[in-house]
Each structure stands twice: as C-alpha cells, then as structure tokens.
Nanobody, 125 residues
Framework: DVQLQASGGGLVQAGGSRRLSCTVS????????IGWFRQAPGKEREGVSS???????FYADSVKGRFTISIDKVKNTVYLQMTSLKPDDTAVYYC???????????????????WGQGTQVTVSS
C-alpha cells in the first residue's frame, strides 16, 4: 500500500523559514501530482502547492513568492520550502498524491486519493 510520511513541522518565528518533507513509499502512477494542503483551527482544509511528475508546480495565491515546492524522484520525496512565514500560515500541513495531472484541479483536495498524516507548523508573531 502507498504510504506518505510528512515531516519537518515545528515552531518558527514570523519572517522565518521552514522546510517540510513528504516521502512516498512507492508511487503507483506513471503520471501524478503530489500536493501539500493545510488546515488551520476552525477552517477548512486548503490546497497550498502541488508538483507534477513532470515537475510542473502549482501554488495557492496566498503562498506564491514565499513557498517553493520541489521533488527528488530518487528519494520519492517532495519538499515544501516555506519562507517569510506569517502567523496565518499556522496550520497542520498534509501531503497527498493523486493519479493524473489536471491543471485546473491541481490544488483540489477531492482529487487526491492517498494522504499522509499531518505535521504541525506554528508561526509565532
């Protein structure tokens, strides 16, 4: 079975940086998207960023210019480098994978069929 392991969360001051990692045990799809999502207390889960098997990246408007997603296909690991962090970035961050690459739904959580556990990111002001 496919397993995703998210790590790298923690406490960081506003303006600081943090790198999250998502390691996938085995990727069962030839074409896929691996995405990062987050859920803050009292809010719905939202798409943050995703990257395709062809290394095309997608970002939510709220993180463009601050977050960078990348993939290491040898390690089956996707990284989310977060910079200029704000208190509003505080959330549990999840990674997930889906088959196929559909640009219009790249950050749509309902298209992702396997999820990892979350990792907490807390940004203090």
């Amino acid at each position: 079975d496919v397993q995703l392991q998210a790590s790298g969360g923690g406490l960081v001051q506003a303006g600081g940086s943090r790198r999250l990692s998502c390691t996938v045990s085995a990727i069962p799809y030839a074409d896929y998207l691996i995405g990062w999502f987050r859920q803050a207390p009292g809010k719905e889960r939202e798409g943050v960023s995703s990257i395709s098997s062809g290394r095309r990246s997608f970002y939510a408007d709220s993180v463009k210019g601050r977050f960078t997603i990348s993939i290491d296909k040898v390690k089956n690991t996707v990284y989310l480098q977060m910079t200029s962090l704000k208190p509003d970035d505080t959330a549990v961050y999840y990674c997930a994978i889906r088959p196929g690459v559909v640009i219009t739904t790249a950050l749509d959580e309902y298209e992702y069929d396997r999820w990892g556990q979350g990792t907490q990111v807390t940004v203090s002001s």
